[in-house]
């Protein structure tokens, strides 16, 4: 039959580059001639680049966020221009689950040795190390994923969120892994050769002072976010109405609940300028115990399944919609992974693991 | 930690039987230590089964079903009971899109050359060939799966449904391989090695006299019941106000705009005796262009994904809920199948294949 209107078919390429293309010994979920039912993309980071660094540099005070919190977020973002410093840095808040505003940091490398170097120098400074014990507390999750342990999918080409803005490859042109559940995994290269599966518990000592969580092998994380900067009011009304609902309904129930699906922690948090301003964008970010424990989540869970109905409609109800859609996901080893917390409340991110420690997880 | 209550994980086996077991060159979806969230079954053919056989035996006449067709449709039944007969026999009906009563028997054998001289035998008369041209319709869909290109799911190892009524080897564990998607093809022996992807297009003559439908490589069926005989009131209640709405929904879609996304036909039946008088069961039975493809629909249509949520609220709400869910599907290479249809309308069953021919499909 006739591959289309233009005589073939649109260009389609793999997410995974062509560098980080091996002999897949583990096989994809779709046959070569998938098509997906509608465009997306991946960022492309240069050759050279081997992992990338991703840090959250939080702190956090009872609400509202005390001047004293303030003033050490607005600290950590000076250290950030310092010497060997992230590529991308941009500010986040949240209130969590205990009532705790947090004002967050997300910074971005493409280099792990110049942030071995940014991060051994300031780490003392960052965590509040030698100070005072003071009226807020301070957090840092940093992860580094292998560049073959890190996806990206974007509903558009032309939305420099988070890892986009390190990657100077720019965009992909459209993939095919993607519009189906597993391709997530069908995305990420070492997924063409292992199963990703966990190994070993977090380690979460006593609460008190400066506290390290020691994570466990494969462990995954996502950034999974949305902008309606671009939105019309019939888009923004859609998406306040029927689908912001159901994911801020997901989000709450991983944030308070996802210990029983394997999810150690998880914040929904609003992109915000210095002043804690907040923007027209959004995102989840989340931890779990492995790949496929998010895989089931996504796929299965009423709660991600609700957000997923909501967003077909919604996709269906608005032609051409402009709500941009991000995703980024790292699965990483033990070593490649960095959670440090000072004079947090007990369940500040990955410090509330414990809560996710399941019978039978081992 | 601990791996459950009672010290042992509960003995789970494999949906694919010990002597259809090879090594894998294709993946399953889940690890090893997936645990699925609720048990489910896969029934037990003799190791000396090889293919199984399927036949659905059918007679139409514009709505209500003419004594003609029910002659028909008994003589049919007669047939059934001779040498080399089905081991099991059913009844089922469905009005379909054109508003034809069609009146079906059900077959099943476990011995493809006992069902090979049967056939041979009798097809002249299942079909109605060399019968002055009567009022109503016959039609003759029959498959033969390899043993390994068969998997069935059962809820209850106590439903002897469809396929369970054939297998000698009863029913088997808990299985592993179920509640994600992506299960159905673990599930399948075959799939261990083979991607199952569909070579070549059905062939539909014209539509006069008796016509064969040619079909093609790897199509794949599904045959998916439900039984509600066992339920009390309120089950039933939230069964048919909450869920079969939805089902009926799905399946309404893919009778009639199927095509679109690579389904020929679909039925959605309900068991009956053989004068008509349905039954407490019903099943929907569909023809795909691929097992892909109904992967897709299952996991990402939203009339699936519908049916999917429902079923879900379902079972959070009726704890210990009676109702009995079946499946069984077969990946089909060309000559496992045979469709012939005498005097009937231009879109029954894979008849109207012709709708579900795609561009770009091949």
């Not at 073959?148 to 032309?158: H, K, Q, V």
């Not at 380690?203 to 950034?223: C, K, M, Q, W, Y």
């Not at 051409?320 to 440090?340: F, P």
Request: with cysteine; net charge negative; hydrophobic share 35%.
């Amino acid at each position: 039959m006739a591959p289309g209107p233009g005589g073939l078919e649109p260009a389609m390429e793999s997410s995974i580059p062509a560098h980080l293309t091996v002999k897949r010994t583990r096989t994809k979920r779709v046959g070569e001639n998938y098509t997906p039912p509608y465009p997306s993309y991946s960022v492309r980071f240069a050759e050279g680049v081997s992992n990338l660094v991703c840090a959250f540099l939080g702190v956090q005070s009872k609400q509202p966020l005390s001047r004293e919190a303030k003033a050490a977020s607005d600290g950590m973002w000076e250290l950030c221009a310092r010497d060997d410093g992230p590529i991308s840095r941009e500010h986040a808040v949240h209130t969590d689950e205990q009532g705790f505003d947090n004002q967050v940091i997300i910074a971005y490398w493409d280099d792990a040795e110049a942030y071995g170097r940014w991060f051994q120098e300031h780490r003392d400074a960052l965590i509040g190390a030698g100070l005072e014990p003071a009226g807020h507390g301070r957090w840092i999750e940093a992860f580094a994923p292998e560049a073959r342990g890190f996806e990206t999918l974007y509903s558009s080409n032309t939305f420099p969120e988070g890892a986009a803005r390190v990657a100077t490859g720019a965009y992909s042109g459209e993939i095919q892994e993607h519009g189906y559940w597993g391709s997530m995994r069908d995305r990420l290269p070492i997924a063409q050769t292992e199963a990703l599966e966990p190994a070993g518990d977090p380690f979460i000592p006593d609460n008190s002072g400066i506290v390290r969580v020691e994570p466990h092998h494969n462990l995954a994380v996502i950034r999974s976010g949305q902008d309606w900067s671009l939105c019309e009011d019939s888009e923004l009304a859609s998406y306040f109405g029927d689908v912001e609902p159901q994911l801020k309904a997901g989000m709450d129930f991983l944030t308070t609940e996802g210990a029983s699906i394997g999810c150690y922690a998880n914040r929904y948090m609003t992109s915000s300028d210095g002043d804690g301003t907040v923007l027209e964008q959004s995102f989840g970010l989340s931890f779990w115990h492995s790949l496929e424990d998010m895989e089931r989540w996504a796929e299965s869970h009423p709660t991600h399944v609700a957000i997923f109905m909501a967003a077909m409609k919604f996709l269906q109800a608005n032609a051409g919609a402009k709500l941009r859609l991000s995703h980024e996901v790292a699965v990483v080893s033990r070593d490649q992974q960095y959670y440090e917390y000072n004079n947090c409340h007990s369940t500040t991110g990955i410090l509330g693991a414990g809560r996710a420690l399941r019978v039978g997880h081992a």
